[in-house]
């Protein structure tokens, strides 16, 4: 059986962030968003090492002792969640660490994607459209509220 591309812990908050940003606003809370997606994306790489040890394994000590460290690992990913929403981010991959700021274009919202290792917010796209419509930020129109 194939292990699972990406660990999946409880959701934190079931609706997505209020916040609205401005792309300039959003490339300034880079550096922080960086450094807990960095984490994220460790966190999940740890807990998926994790789950195949637990698939390969037929030892019920060791069975016993990787199930507290994917608990840990599922704990320390839900606070890492629950700061990026304190930001006002929402995560959407944590294998890449995919992530979404709630942007305006036109009049309405409009999501501005990152993904790690991007320099800046470089695309967005329309809240039902997913990563597959990402469009270049020099395409978005951002208005006030």
Known sequence: MA???SFVPPRVRPSR???TFTVAQANRALPLV???V???VRVNADAMKIQSGMELTRDSKIQTQLQKELASKATRMTELIAEL???GVELKDPAIGLIDFIGR???HDVYLCWKLGEESIAFWHELQAG???RKPISL???TAE
């Open 3 to 5: 292990a699972p591309q």
């Open 17 to 19: 962030p209020t916040r």
């Open 34 to 36: 960086t450094r807990i």
């Open 38 to 40: 960095t984490d994220i």
């Open 140 to 142: 978005l129109e951002e």
């Open 131 to 133: 990563v597959a419509g």
């Open 85 to 87: 929403n304190s930001v």
């Open 105 to 107: 274009h036109q009049g």
